[in-house]
């Protein structure tokens, strides 16, 4: 691939090893931390007299923060930091043991709330079980947690082989959503992972062997695949047919290369003809769903002709009489005459029964016969037994009774045959004649069944008489409550005559406050202004009802996610118990593994240190003609013994040993240019290195034995040694093949030591997933218990929140009957109000005329002094009479004024009365209201 190196400018390193190094930030952070009397000035001044000459260490220049001490150049950019209260912070970490105790040994349920997510440390210490205990981190301050952590962290990404880890910077305001573009770019540049999108753009990403090409893409081009034998020219044939570019694929050995994209072309090509063939195939399965369905309704369309065919011709021939006779008698053809086949069945009847009385005549004769020959055969016996002498007569009668005896025996038996079949004719005429009786007994049956009906329809008339007398007796019922209800219209139409005489006389008691129009209204205005305020009053009361109802549903969502957490945590114990089973079978294997594979290292270095035994003897037998490789000897002994101590040793020893390894690399390089040297001497040697050839051989057979692959290299090496054991060639490469499988044999043990380290790391974790994962069991166990309570407060709760609920709704009812009452008394006082406002309008027009009458007494008065001062005095007198009567008139009117006046005031104070108990009513009311619906809520919700 051609590319080209970019340097990013800004590189990591600095900044990690400014912060890692021995006097690093870290580093001095610690060490502050130690000392009680260091502040936060002397750690900047520290940090400033220590890494203040470094080029990744600045000056603070930050807009956001103007009171920073000091800034970072990473790779990202210039971070600025504030050191404010840093040893304060760095010397208060949370200490796991007093965590273990607040979660095991307190009783407050918040205290374990809020460390529910710490893991914790168990209070009893775990076994060791014989293994060494490694040095943990130190745990005094938070940098110091945090380094172990970040330890475990690279440990555990070294262990594995993450496909890519980069962590970004989002913004660099530390503000949680937002994301500034520019900085993300500039960081994705200076990773290099832009550079390397770009660098995969120019090659091939994309592989794939020539098998599986050909199997996938054949669809394209069947013909041009088949062409050849021969992967490429196949290859490039198809790629041609379809006008793939080849600039976006290369052609190798094995595989095919494709560059970024590439191969998206391919499969949508592919995809186009499968989509067509898949398109054909559903045709085709169409077709033949659809002809079935075709030829369905074709056959219920000539059916549907058929029908009407038939139907047709019904319709000509239903009024033609012989028609109408057959339809009628058809359902009788083919039936059988009963009485026929009765008389038929009796004439069968006796015709057997006169046969089977033959046959019983028959039986009877012969037995008859049978007696008599047994009598004559009695008389014969007590004649042969009274005439002895004449043998043979008596054997000839003998013979002739036998002969006799046994054609009697066979019409015997086939009499008794005929009156078998006899007997199994009458079997059936008696089993015709009881079927003929049964379709007699059916109809019996059925003339029983229609009597059977008339009864039941006989007692459905008798229960349908009572239902009616029964119903007769609700009509009168009902009459009877009838009457009730008259008489209650009686009794409320008396109560309606004397609430109308009440009315009465409260309209008399209007009548007399309508002198009190203007108080009235200014009490009336101070109502508008109470009915404002009852108005806002009853808005914030509605708000906290809205608020209570909010409270509410919380608190039924929070029950519902209680029970669902519960379940939950049932769900996730089950799998933490299958967790913890699995994990358990696993480190039971685990264990196992690292117990073999300690007993391969034991035996790798029983087999190291016995190749090392034979290395020592053969330079010790060659001591004398190679100093330098007894040299080299010892310096292998020393590896090889540090080998054995760094068994488990970390990733560091591990790179150390790659170290030594390439020294003895270098090292065999300066003993085989010693060896080219040395073979004068070691020509001179020949004879004296007999004797350690045979040790050697016996040396080599036991290595070669633990090694199967060498034992081809080992017979041609033993032929070779034997056939000229005095060349110093032979010794060279015995000492090779030993030098071989030594490397070998420290590979294996390179080997086995990572799968152990490997091993033990995989034991510490599962411990600590063990630990954790009971640490979790525990916490959830507590946690169920806790929900189990709750629940149970829960039950309690409902329980009194239902009583509350039934007393709430006897108080709401007398609530409501109250607030009807006083709602009545409200609307009576109303209507009093506006008697009042009405009598006050009256007397207001009164008080108008009364003032006209005034003004006219006055121009009369006017008058009759111009009348007085022209005519005489005479009429003073008349006048001064005239005037008293109407002052008179005047105080009579005023005090009448007054009198109202104290009325109208007495009515506002008990109007004012009567409006604080209705707005108390009001008020109670609708609390009462909420907390009905409330409880209402409550109880659907439970």
Not at 32 to 60: H, I, N
Not at 450 to 462: D, T
Request: charged share 35%; aromatic share 4%.
């Amino acid at each position: 691939i051609d590319w080209v190196m970019v340097d990013f400018g800004m590189d990591l390193a600095a900044a990690i090893i400014m912060f890692e190094k021995p006097m690093g930030i870290w580093a001095i952070l610690e060490e502050e931390s130690l000392f009680p009397k260091a502040t936060d000035k002397s750690f900047e001044e520290k940090l400033k007299a220590s890494l203040g000459k470094l080029p990744v260490f600045l000056k603070p220049a930050s807009k956001t923060d103007k009171n920073a001490h000091f800034g970072v150049s990473h790779y990202a950019g210039v971070v600025n930091y504030n050191v404010t209260s840093w040893l304060e912070k760095n010397k208060d970490p949370v200490n796991e043991t007093v965590v273990e105790l607040f979660k095991s040994t307190s009783t407050c349920q918040l205290l374990k709330h809020l460390w529910r997510d710490h893991p914790g440390q168990p209070t009893t210490a775990p076994k060791d079980d014989g293994k060494k205990k490694k040095k943990g981190g130190g745990g005094k301050t938070v940098s110091s947690v945090y380094l172990v952590s970040l330890s475990e962290l690279m440990t555990t990404l070294y262990s594995c082989e993450p496909h890519f880890v980069r962590c970004l910077v989002p913004n660099t305001h530390k503000k949680p959503g937002d994301v500034e573009p520019p900085l993300i770019m500039h960081q994705l540049t200076c990773n290099g992972v832009l550079e390397g999108i770009r660098i995969c753009m120019r090659g091939f990403p994309n592989r794939m062997p020539y098998p599986d090409f050909k199997m996938r893409y054949a669809c394209l081009g069947q013909a041009e695949i088949a062409s050849s034998s021969d992967n490429k020219v196949a290859s490039y044939a198809l790629m041609d047919k379809i006008n793939f570019d080849r600039e976006r694929y290369r052609l190798g050995h094995t595989l095919v290369f494709f560059r970024a994209g590439s191969l998206a072309g391919l499969e949508e090509a592919r995809d186009g003809l499968v989509i067509k063939w898949v398109r054909f195939i559903q045709g085709e399965v169409f077709k033949r769903v659809r002809t079935r369905v075709y030829e369905k309704k074709r056959d219920q369309r000539e059916l549907i002709k058929v029908a009407q065919r038939n139907f047709r011709k019904f319709l000509g021939m239903r009024d033609w009489g012989w028609f109408i006779i057959i339809q009628k008698t058809r359902g009788m053809i083919g039936l059988p005459n009963p009485e026929e086949e009765l008389r038929l069945l009796e004439e069968k009847a006796n015709a057997t029964f006169g046969k089977y009385q033959e046959a019983l005549d028959v039986t009877k004769n012969l037995e008859g016969q049978m007696g008599s020959l047994k009598d004559d055969i009695g008389a014969m016996t007590k004649q042969l037994s009274e005439e002895q002498g004449n043998v043979s007569v008596y054997t000839d009668r003998q013979a002739k009774a036998i002969t006799i005896k046994g054609e009697a025996e066979v019409e015997l038996v086939q009499q008794q045959k005929v009156l078998a079949s006899e007997e199994n004719s009458r079997t059936e005429l008696a089993a015709e004649v009881k079927a003929h009786s049964g379709s007699i007994s059916a109809v019996k049956k059925d003339i029983e069944d229609v009597e059977l009906a008339i009864l039941k329809v006989e007692q459905e008339k008798g229960n349908r008489d009572h239902t009616i007398k029964t119903l007769q007796d609700e009509v009168g019922e009902q009459d009877e409550v009838i009457n009730k209800l008259n008489k209650e219209k009686k009794h409320l139409s008396s109560t309606q005559a004397k609430s109308s005489e009440d009315l009465a006389a409260a309209e008399e008691k209007v009548a007399h406050l309508m002198s009190v129009k203007s108080q009235l209204e200014s009490t009336l205005d101070q109502l508008e202004g109470g009915l404002d305020k009852e108005k806002k009053s009853r808005a914030n009361l509605e708000k906290a009802k809205r608020k209570v109802e909010g409270d509410l549903k919380m608190a039924q969502d929070a029950v519902a996610d209680l029970e669902r957490a519960k379940r939950e945590v049932e769900g996730v114990i089950a799998n933490k118990e299958k967790n913890n089973q699995l994990l358990s079978a696993k480190l039971d294997d685990e264990q196992s593994l690292v117990a073999k594979a300690q007993k391969n290292i034991k035996e790798l270095q029983g087999r190291v240190e016995g190749a090392e035994e034979e290395l020592e003897a053969e330079r010790q037998a060659r001591a004398q003609a190679e100093r330098q490789r007894s040299d080299l000897a010892r310096e292998i002994d020393q590896l090889g013994e540090r080998l054995d101590e760094a068994g488990g040793a970390t990733v560091a020893q591990v790179e150390l040993n790659k170290k030594r390894e390439s020294e003895i690399v270098k090292l065999r390089k300066d003993v085989e240019e010693t060896n080219i040297s040395s073979e004068s001497v070691l020509s001179n040697m020949k004879r004296k290195q007999g004797d350690a050839v045979a040790e050697m051989t016996e040396q080599i057979d036991a290595l070669q034995k633990m090694k199967a692959k060498i034992d081809k290299d080992k017979t041609i090496i033993m032929s070779e040694i034997a056939d000229a054991r005095a060349a110093t060639d032979e010794v060279l490469r015995a000492q090779a093949s030993q030098d071989k499988s030594n490397k070998a044999l420290l590979d294996a043990l390179n080997a086995t030591n990572k799968k152990v380290d490997a091993a033990n790391l995989t034991l510490g974790d599962y411990g600590m997933s063990k630990n954790k994962i009971a640490n979790e069991n525990s916490e959830l166990l507590r946690i169920v218990g806790d929900l189990d309570n709750n629940l149970n407060m829960v039950a309690k709760s409902k329980s009194a929140l239902g009583a509350q609920l039934n007393d709430v709704k006897a108080l709401c009812d007398n609530e409501a009957r109250e607030r009807q009452l006083l709602l009545g008394k409200f609307r009576n006082l109303e209507h009093e109000v506006d008697g009042a406002k009405e009598a006050l309008d009256e007397e207001a027009a009164g008080r108008e005329n009364i003032l006209r009458l005034v003004a006219k007494a006055e121009g009369d008065a006017a008058l009759l002094r111009q009348k007085y001062e022209v005519e005489a005095v005479a009429k003073g007198e008349e006048l001064e009479m005239t005037k008293m009567k109407l002052t008179a008139r005047n105080t009579e009117a005023e005090a009448t004024i007054d009198n109202m006046n104290a009325k109208l005031i007495q009515v506002e104070k008990a109007k004012g009365k009567i409006q604080g108990e209705i707005n108390e009513m009001t008020v109670s009311l609708d609390q009462a209201q909420v907390v009905n619906a409330s409880m209402e809520r409550k109880a659907k919700a439970f």
